[in-house]
């Protein structure tokens, strides 16, 4: 058999020499690299960055191990962009900037870095977020599982805005931008040992025109995009975080009909899979259609299936633990009423 | 090459975890509509006279009980309570033991299902624990991984733990069968496999609470509902044998009180779609072949008389407790079989109810350690451990039930 002559990542393309700068020059900068980034192309050692007048700075930074690394709707690079974007989204900030780092493995193919890199820079222009500085690194083989990133972002929030648990009231309204799980689901599926394939693809995607669309509306209390751990476990930090319990009605729930059909299988529930491009937001009563209404009225259909899925209640306070804690309730379509819990273990590892 | 012995789709549903098998099925139903769920409820709740308590043996139902909120719904007069149907819970600490013991070996890779690697041993470490500690465990989720595991790492020796019932025994088979045709001399097999009826008629030989029975649907595609029989004509207990949708457990419940009421004892099918009368005899040969009955020790409940599947004679190769020194499976004590000698978890001491529980003589809220001293990240007993234990069914989803505590969240 004759070896394969594909370019391949070497443990010199991530000593700062030569190598190095014929990556950045020939797979970075021809896709980062932009007329509306002043930043980047000179390549110095830190971004300098003037921010605009009477706004407040929001950061942030994620690592991505995704596995695999590309998967029916996106790759790891996609999610690299759109993880940290959307962290910066949910607090209310507009992104502006991202820092990009790679960790590769010895070996890796090249052209599959050019793929992963060139979905970054779709994923950036996507969002409206410049890529402003980043690393390289190459770690011997086996040493990695090909590619991992990290990005940090940096985001502008408006002087009057402030949003957080502690603004949550009873009586507030629980919002879903779409149904949950696709993300989670589709990597699942995409690892290949489950015995089967579907057309499931991830949700992957930038929040960001879902909380630029509610700007202006009044009573927003709370957001948070649902990735590892889902719907379920952020439902869960509102009630932790707020001291309130939180009630969702399953007949409420929007559902992507394949994935639900994939959980059942599965014995898994979509309500605990990750979202990549979903947001779970609370508003006062009095909001809620007018955010449903933006949701749905944002183009490209990102708020197509947003509903309320339920309610903030003063707590009643479960009575078992070191101290009785407020929790999340379902009432299930037939009308029951039980706990939808936090997770324990089982988590699926490498999801983002 | 020669045609295998038995075809993965030949297996039950349930065999393969999220196997092609399910695919062809009818499972992918639309969603059910809640006027019929909410008459049959109705219908249910009318029908009830007087108390009964009626046992799951399957955790799989315990789990679609919670999940479905039944017990919230349901007249408080109809106690469902949980059997000895979670695998990973009736696993014996000391076969615990074996495999960590066998695990900690270099030359050792032990593939197993994803909810032992986290069942503490008798020193509180899990596989988990010792697979952060450098030990080779891969999660698989077929039999049949274990065997490409084998061929894929002709260097290291391929340990599967086998655990299940009824249902996943004949996967276990089939693997035998393919590591053989592929000449596979690095697989082995702990078999911990555990049959369902014996460990029923334990439970009613004793004194028992128990009025009918919620019998397991996946278990029954494979033994046949004819396997029931026995509890209708030797104990005159009702039975009904049930699938794991909310519109399958409605209508088993439905019968199930009707024939309580009426102090009838049949053994009823209502999982027509899946459940033959038979079974499915080339599952059952499959099993026969390979395995035979031995006497099993299950966590709460003790030694009971070929409640297990031992490797045959013919099958010693494959078998872990044969191949490394030491890996031995429990000889049962003299004179102790059927007794019910319960092995007790440690660390619990003498509080922990799960054997109660597993008896159906106590639920998880009965328990003073439930949910305090015993949760699910830090389990005191085997029904905590899986995710289809009866505690970590009641604490995931009804342990706002308790009663008579902070907030007096007794009813909702």
Same mark, same amino acid.
């Given at each position: ?17 030569? +190598? ?28 300098? +960055? ?103 972002g940096i985001g502008w929030v408006p002087e009057d805005l402030h949003w957080g648990l502690d603004a949550v009231r009873p009586g507030d309204v629980v919002l879903l931008s779409g ?64 001291? +309130? ?102 988590? +699926?590892?490498?999801?983002? | ?9 030949? $297996?039950?549903?349930?065999?393969? @975890? ?28 009318? @029908? ?72 503490p041993g008798s020193g509180g470490t899990t596989l988990e624990k010792e697979r952060a500690a450098g030990a080779h465990v891969t999660v698989i989720y077929s039999p049949l991984d ?113 024939? $309580? ?75 102790? $079989? ?29 328990? @003073? ?44």
């Open positions: 058999m004759t070896r394969e002559e594909e370019p391949r990542i070497l443990l010199g393309h991530g000593d700062g020499g030569r +190598l190095t700068h014929d990556l950045i020059r020939s797979v970075f900068l021809p896709h980062f690299d932009n007329p509306a980034n002043p930043v980047l192309r000179p390549l110095p050692d830190a971004a300098v +960055l003037a921010p605009p007048a009477g706004w407040r700075l929001a950061f942030t930074t994620d690592s991505f191990v995704v596995s695999p690394a590309f998967f029916p709707g996106g790759n790891i690079g996609t999610l690299a962009v759109t993880g940290t974007v959307n962290d910066l989204a949910v607090s209310g900030a507009r992104p502006a900037y991202l820092s990009v780092a790679f960790i590769l493995e010895e070996g890796y193919p090249l052209r599959q870095l050019e793929a992963v890199v060139e979905s970054m820079a779709l994923a950036a222009r996507d969002a409206g977020v410049q890529i402003v500085t980043g690393d390289t690194k190459v770690v011997e083989h086996g040493a990695a599982d090909g590619i991992y990133i990290n990005t940090a149904s949950p799980g696709a993300h989670g689901m589709a990597v699942l599926l995409s690892r290949g040992d489950l015995g089967f394939q579907s057309p499931i693809r991830s949700d992957c995607a930038s929040v960001f025109p879902l909380v630029q669309a509610l700007q202006g509306v009044p009573g927003i209390r709370f957001m948070r995009d649902p990735t590892r751990g889902g719907v379920a476990t952020v439902l869960n930090e509102v009630a932790q975080g707020s001291g +309130l319990d939180v009630w969702v009605e399953e007949a409420a729930l929007p559902e992507d009909p394949a994935v639900s059909a994939a959980a059942r299988l599965l014995g898994v529930d979509p309500l605990y899979l990750a979202c990549e491009g979903r947001v779970v937001a609370i508003c006062a009563p009095d909001a809620a259609a007018a955010v449903l209404d933006a949701w749905r009225a944002v183009p490209g259909g990102l708020g197509r299936d947003a509903a309320a899925i339920g309610h903030v209640s003063a707590s009643r306070r479960l009575p078992l633990g070191p101290r009785p804690e407020p929790a999340v309730y379902l009432r299930t379509a037939l009308g029951g009423t039980r706990l939808l819990d936090v997770k324990s273990g089982g988590e +699926l590892p490498r999801i983002c | 090459m020669n045609p295998p012995a038995l075809q993965a789709t030949d $297996l039950p549903e349930g065999a393969r @975890s999220g196997g092609a098998a399910r695919a062809g099925q009818d499972i992918l139903r639309p969603g059910v509509d809640p006027q019929l769920t909410s008459a049959l409820l109705a219908r249910i709740n009318a @029908s009830v006279s007087r108390p009964h308590c009626i046992m799951e043996v399957c955790g799989t139902h315990t789990m679609a009980i919670g999940q479905f909120a039944l017990r919230s719904l349901l007249d408080p007069r109809l106690r469902l309570i949980s059997g000895p149907g979670c695998p990973v819970c009736v696993t014996d600490q000391a076969d615990l033991d074996r495999a960590l013991q066998l695990a900690r070996q270099p030359e050792v890779l032990l593939a197993t299902y994803g909810d032992m690697v986290r069942v274990a065997v490409d595991l084998a061929a894929a790492h002709p260097t290291l020796e391929v340990v599967f733990l086998a655990v299940g019932f009824e249902t996943t025994a004949p996967a276990t088979a089939l693997a035998l069968d393919r590591a053989k045709e592929r000449r596979i001399r690095n697989f082995s097999l702990i078999s911990l496999h555990k049959l369902t009826v014996p460990a029923v008629k334990a439970l009613l030989r004793e004194e028992t609470t128990v009025e009918g029975f919620l019998c397991p649907g996946h278990v029954s595609t494979v033994i046949g509902r004819a396997a029931w029989d026995f509890l209708a004509r030797d104990f005159h207990r009702p039975a009904v044998v049930a699938g794991f949708e909310l519109i399958d457990i409605l209508p088993a419940l439905q019968q199930l009180v009707a024939m $309580l009421e009426q102090g009838e004892a049949r053994v009823v099918n209502a999982y027509t779609r899946a459940v033959r009368e038979e079974g499915n005899p080339r599952a059952q040969q499959a099993v026969a072949e390979h395995f035979e009955p031995v006497p099993a020790v299950w966590r709460g409940l003790g030694w009971i008389p070929d409640s297990g599947l031992g490797l045959r004679a013919e099958w010693k190769d494959f078998d872990a407790g044969y191949r490394f020194p030491g890996a031995a499976g429990q000889e049962p004590p003299d004179g102790g $079989l059927g007794q019910g000698q319960v092995v007790s978890l440690g660390g619990a001491g003498g509080r922990c109810r799960c054997g109660d529980i597993l008896r159906g003589k106590a639920t998880p809220l009965d328990c @003073s350690l439930f949910g305090t001293y015993c949760t699910p990240q830090d389990p005191a007993g085997p029904c905590m451990v899986s995710s289809e234990g009866a505690c970590a069914a009641y604490y995931r989803y009804e342990r706002h039930r308790l009663p008579g505590q902070a907030g007096g969240a007794r009813k909702l």
